[in-house]
């Protein structure tokens, strides 16, 4: 006997999803990750809903995609791009980062970067395109994370559609909740297609913004040292 919740047969899996999410209360804008209410196999299926649906935009193009080489097989390479590469840190769970005690009591500033990261405007979906700076001040109770980490858990949150500004505040969250330091800065600096490619077309112009928390918002010596020994040069 089929469950009265069941989903009906012909229902799409992004329908089902988002009723998960619904039911939860939980907010799904497009800088989320839901990979918590995703179950076994809805990821490929999802992809193959993404392309049914980006075929339909291709066909309101008026785009030839049965004779035309070149489109033919564009609808799937946007959808796995989607849901695979740009947009995964909506999709994916986080990376697995491994703590360690600060078992040296090291509480001088340390700073990461620049990383390279890669986003896209939830604006237009255009690219965003920057480098990421991270200013820590760990004390005896933080947790120190590898190097390399930092760029996982860049990458991981940088790859939503969404805006700079929300981004590196979503950044900063996370490295608050994993490390635990007295302060913490993030500075982005980035080049934004949705305004290269379109609008005013201005190549020349460049975003950038911080977070600072804790100790390196108070202490204006230790947050003027930092962006001091920022290599922002090209």
């Not at 992004?14 to 990821?43: C, H, Q, T, W, Y």
């Not at 491994?98 to 001088?108: G, M, S, V």
């Not at 302060?183 to 609008?199: I, P, S, T, Y």
């Amino acid at each position: 006997m089929e469950r009265p919740d069941a989903p009906a047969p012909d229902e799409p899996v992004s329908a089902r999803v988002r009723r998960r999410l619904v039911d939860a209360k939980k907010r799904f804008n497009a800088n989320d990750n839901i990979s918590a209410f995703l179950e076994p196999g809805e990821l490929e299926a999802l992809l193959d809903e993404v392309e049914s649906k980006f075929k339909g935009v291709l066909e309101s193009l008026v785009i030839d995609t049965e004779s035309d080489h070149n489109t033919r097989e564009t609808a799937r390479r946007v959808a796995k791009m989607y849901l695979t590469e740009v947009f995964r840190g909506r999709y994916m769970k986080a990376p697995p980062v491994t703590e360690f005690p600060n078992a040296e009591l090291l509480n001088e500033l340390m700073i990461v970067g620049p990383i390279t990261v890669r986003s896209a405007c939830s604006h237009h979906f255009c690219p965003i395109m920057g480098r990421l700076w991270i200013g820590l001040m760990p004390n005896e109770h933080s947790n120190l994370i590898g190097l390399s980490k930092y760029s996982r858990l860049a990458e991981w949150v940088m790859s939503r559609p969404q805006i700079q500004e929300e981004a590196i505040a979503q950044m900063a969250n996370l490295l608050m909740d994993k490390v635990q330091p007295d302060g913490l800065a993030v500075v982005m600096e980035a080049d934004h297609f949705c305004m290269q490619w379109r609008g005013v077309k201005d190549d020349k112009t460049k975003m950038l913004n911080s977070v600072m928390r804790g100790s390196f918002l108070k202490d204006h010596t230790l947050r003027a040292e930092f962006l001091s020994l920022l290599n922002l040069k090209p």
